[in-house]
């Protein structure tokens, strides 16, 4: 079992940098899994933003590539999301998500943080 514990949310002005962290816990093999972010925006479905393998490889979407950083630390079996230049199409509830394999699709992760909101005003 993973457990997963977003932090890092908040308020921020439109073009400002924001730094998310998921704290992973419960397993020895955290190391070895894909660590993901999504986000869910009101009334929309929860859309894929980036993945980081246990060896360091990413991939983000297109809306955040460039201006979103994905980076792990496997020591400290954490993952870090940074936001810079955001927008407020970036508004959305952020989860912090654990697979065995990459990919850009929610239903193939298994453990989920309860994530954390970000608000970027216009």
């Known amino acids: 079992q993973v457990q997963l514990v977003e932090s890092g949310g908040g308020l921020v002005q439109a073009g400002e940098s924001l730094r998310l962290s998921c704290a992973a816990s419960?397993?020895?093999?955290?190391?070895?899994?894909?660590m993901a972010w999504f986000r869910q925006a009101p009334g929309k479905e929860r859309e894929f933003v980036a993945f980081?393998?246990?060896?360091?490889?990413?991939y983000y979407a297109d809306s955040v590539k460039g201006r979103f950083t994905i980076s792990r630390d496997n020591a400290k079996n954490t993952v870090t999301l940074q936001m810079s230049s955001a927008k407020p199409e970036d508004t959305a509830v952020y989860y912090c998500?654990?697979?065995?394999?990459?990919?850009?699709?929610?239903?193939?992760?298994?453990?989920w943080g309860q994530g954390t909101q970000v608000t970027v005003a216009s």
């Open positions: 419960g397993s020895a093999f955290i190391s070895a899994v894909v």
């Open positions: 998500a654990a697979s065995a394999r990459g990919a850009i699709t929610a239903p193939s992760y298994i453990y």
């Open positions: 980081i393998s246990s060896g360091g490889s990413t």
